[in-house]
């Protein structure tokens, strides 16, 4: 049999779990590239990467295409898979914890933010049970900041009758340390919340790790954000 089946095989025979990183790449490749078989081919472009799926959930098409021999089927599937892999991560999340009561949960269920080279706004929105109904991404930025109007937060959280939301946003740089202007939208956030009886829980930075205002800011009281 084509050595291209044998991580096939070994899946079949020993399940998932066995097989390393870049032999579960080799069997979404399917084939090899240039001469090369496809361990070979799986190993160099995980290599690429430094060995890291983050930094691999974080390549755009061009990324991909910028390496010889990959194939447009490859990289959209390829993309496909981390793309799936992000969303099992927010889904499991919510499962293990409806109500997304600790920062380092909303991390997890924003991890797909860490990708995004502009900072996005997401909305997180809560149920009267505080649980989790949904979430949308309300504005785009530049690279460096991004703008958010009360009036796009809460007009989502109005239609799905939401008594509560949580804010995310992203540092594509990676330090999740809040700007001044992350504390002036904070404020202004939660101001707005409080005379439509909307509650803001949290307002949590995403990049290599996370930042959460409401926690950081216990020592002078999360009223006084």
Not at 74 to 85: H, S
Not at 155 to 164: F, K, P, V
Not at 200 to 222: A, M, N, P
């Amino acid at each position: 049999m084509p050595i291209e089946y044998g991580p096939r095989e070994k899946l079949l025979k020993e399940g998932s779990e066995a097989l390393e990183t870049s032999e579960l790449i080799a069997i979404l490749l399917r084939t090899g590239t240039n001469g090369k078989d496809v361990l070979e081919t799986s190993k160099e472009l995980f290599n690429k990467f430094g060995g890291s799926l983050y930094k691999m959930s974080r390549a755009t098409f061009d990324d991909f295409k910028s390496i010889k021999g990959l194939g447009d089927v490859k990289i959209v599937t390829l993309m496909a898979a981390l793309e799936l892999a992000k969303r099992l991560v927010k889904e499991e999340t919510v499962i293990l914890d409806p109500k997304l009561t600790s920062p380092e949960n909303v991390f997890q269920y924003c991890i797909d933010m860490q990708s995004y080279p502009q900072e996005i706004v997401r909305v997180i929105f809560l149920d009267t049970k505080l649980k989790v109904i949904g979430s949308k991404d309300v504005s785009k930025g530049t690279i460096n900041s991004s703008m958010a109007h009360p009036r796009d937060i809460f007009r989502e959280a109005i239609l799905r009758s939401s008594t509560g939301i949580i804010l995310a946003h992203n540092h594509p740089s990676g330090d999740p340390t809040p700007s001044k202007d992350d504390i002036e939208l904070t404020k202004k956030i939660k101001k707005a919340g409080e005379l439509l009886g909307i509650n803001l829980h949290d307002h949590v930075i995403i990049g290599q790790t996370f930042y959460s205002l409401r926690q950081k800011c216990k020592e002078i009281g999360w009223d006084n954000v």
